[in-house]
């Protein structure tokens, strides 16, 4: 069982996982093979033994998978059950996307509060979320046991978001910004530029 | 010089690019060294001599580079000059992010329109680029020989849309709903789940 998972596994457990889950009782009650997982989703059979045995120590030559502890596997790795919580600081388009999203459940991830400066969204609910102001960030994290945060606000204003972050408690950051943060070592900063990602695609450097 | 060029690289190229650019006249017809751009810069005097041997292959021991000779091939490799064309499918808070972002420039991108079948905001603008019917965008792409497309619809219409785009000469797709889309062979799609990101960068696996 290794700890070194790729985006491309990450991807596909999800996907595993639902398709475990709805397996007939006389099914799940079983074993079951990578062959077996790999047919249903039409996924190639080295890749998903790969991705099965990344997350799951329970897997023999010629018996496959104990369903049941493949599940449980899958659900601990993806952090199913204890939700991770996330806020997002900055509640412009970018942000109302991502408060909208639904997607991170998956991944044992729960946005619980986006926050911005502006008086006219602060109070607002974006999908059941509420925006809040700046100065309540501190106190929210604390209250919730936070420390994943997001930064979508403008590059001129992400340096002194950071570190409200900081003082808050957050020590991982997924910044949008198109700009460098400066924070201290412990914290553990991933810019997410998408205008990269696109040159990337462009010049088929990906 | 190599076309191995990292996303960490492709971040910093627009700083040297900025960086060169405002250097006054008797420096930027002279010679520069990797070392003097590092320490303008506060960086790695390593990473900046290997960044820029990555796009120019102008760098002599002891001489430096040429700083005009150095300008040209940054901007000759980010684009810049010979813009290419993209188009966002879908016009909702992620898309009209997008829209609104006015960073592609730097990598010789440039947004030419949004997509929507939404009557309600066809026909509006989002900092001066058109959201337009779907209906349009192979006109659209054939004018403007446009070649790259964002997918930011919901994932119950990715696919359908990317069937769009094929059909309008799109070859790179960037695809932000969380589902796999099929294409031919020759169409590059990229996904980009935001939620995955958050969870490598929440297990520490980035």
């Given at each position: 069982m290794s700890r070194n998972i790729t985006s491309q596994t990450l991807q596909r457990l999800p996907l595993y996982l639902n398709y475990l889950k709805s397996l007939p009782q006389e099914k799940s009650s079983g074993n079951i093979s990578a062959t077996a997982v790999a047919e249903a989703l039409c996924l190639n059979d080295v890749q998903v033994r790969k991705d099965l045995a990344s997350v799951s120590s329970g897997g023999r030559p010629k018996?496959?998978?104990?369903t049941r502890k493949l599940i449980d596997d899958i659900e601990k790795f993806l952090g199913s059950g204890s939700c991770d919580g996330v806020i997002v600081a900055g509640a412009g388009n970018l942000g109302r996307a991502l408060l909208a999203f639904n997607g991170f459940g998956d991944y044992?991830?729960?946005?619980?509060a986006g926050f911005d400066c502006d008086e006219n969204i602060i109070g607002t609910m974006v999908n059941g979320k509420p925006v809040l102001a700046l100065s309540e960030m501190d106190c929210v994290c604390r209250k919730n046991n936070v420390h994943i945060g997001i930064i979508t606000v403008p590059e001129t204003a992400a340096q002194a978001v950071c570190d409200v972050m900081v003082k808050a408690g957050i020590t991982e950051i997924l910044n949008f910004a198109p700009v460098h943060l400066n924070a201290p070592a412990e914290v553990t900063i991933q810019n997410q530029n998408i205008a990269i990602s696109l040159a990337m695609l462009s010049r088929h450097l990906i």
């Open positions: 018996v496959g998978y104990v044992g991830l729960d946005i619980v």
